[in-house]
């Protein structure tokens, strides 16, 4: 049935990669509006994440499949195509992305095991992922989106993100490139049974996400699901602007205002 109410579900990724993230997205799940964390499962804060996450049972937890720019789960040995020395992934998503499509054949088995590796420590400590995102998004790759949602639908997870551009930011390479990767996505998605919200932002606005940005998006958003993702983080300037705008009281009396039904994943199964 098609949902007929504005739902928003505000997700804050990198959850695991610092003890500034965990620690700024509980409290912007606490006192503000964040309803779904995205967990790093090779984040070097991983641990921490899970006790956090035990103490605020409300706060959604999916995975932030993690391709570059982290660390793998999985040791090199199993990976050598995929990390250095040290075990690290592709600092850069580009970079990460060409050589992903060019390696594709020889490198499909590793991506395979790494991301069901990834899913796999979330279950080991008993986290039951409502959702799938990237890290820098890179989940969106061909290659890779496939992989993801075959590992989260036999998990039994409903959403994976699908970002898009926007327009208005000027940023028209990326609106583009987004938007096609978007439309096959999709349709990828729904061959595996996940969904994907209506609208996503955010993209735009990674590491300047303030008051005035979230104010005009919850007046915009429409009916469905949508979904606004963010970066909290108490160690950086630009993360704590975020959780600020996340914990404004202002953009909380909005939401009340305008009969969005602030949500998580998961509830479309309530």
């Known amino acids: 049935m098609e949902e007929t109410r504005k739902r928003l579900v505000v997700v804050a990724d990198d959850f695991g990669r610092s003890l500034g ?22 984040g070097v804060a991983f641990d921490d994440a899970v006790e956090v996450a035990r103490h ?9 499949a993690t391709f570059c720019d982290g660390r793998a789960v999985l040791p090199r040995s199993l990976v050598p ?4 020395a040290t075990g690290r992934l592709e ?8 050589r992903y499509w060019r390696r594709r054949k020889a490198m499909l088995p590793q991506l395979e095991a790494e991301a069901e590796a990834q899913f796999d420590r979330l279950d080991g400590v008993g986290i039951a992922p409502t959702h799938v995102d990237g890290h820098h998004h890179l989940h969106i790759h061909p290659v890779l989106f496939r992989i993801v949602c075959r590992a989260a639908a036999r998990r039994g997870v409903r959403w994976v993100r699908v970002p898009e551009g ?11 490139t987004f938007g096609l990767l978007a439309i096959g ?23 300047r996400l303030d008051e005035r940005y979230l104010l005009g998006k919850i007046k915009r958003i429409g009916t469905g699901w949508n979904e ?12 704590r602007r975020e959780l600020d705008a996340l914990t404004s009281p202002r ?12 949500s998580s994943y998961g509830e479309d199964r309530k």
């Open 56 to 64: 605020h049972p409300r706060l959604a937890v999916g995975l932030h």
């Open 228 to 239: 606004i993702f963010a970066h909290p983080d108490l160690d950086t300037e630009a993360g």
């Open 166 to 176: 926007e327009l208005a930011s000027g940023r028209v390479v990326e609106w583009a």
């Open 21 to 42: 993230v965990n620690r700024a997205i509980a409290a912007a799940h606490a006192g503000g509006i964040v309803t779904s964390a995205s967990l790093m499962a090779g």
């Open 185 to 207: 996505n999709r349709r990828v998605a729904a061959r595996h049974g996940m969904m994907a919200p209506r609208r996503v932002a955010g993209l735009a606005r990674t590491g």
């Open 91 to 98: 600092t850069d998503p580009a970079r990460a992305g060409i």
């Open 81 to 84: 195509d995929l990390v250095d």
């Open 251 to 262: 953009v909380r009396a909005c939401l009340e205002g305008s009969g969005i039904t602030l």
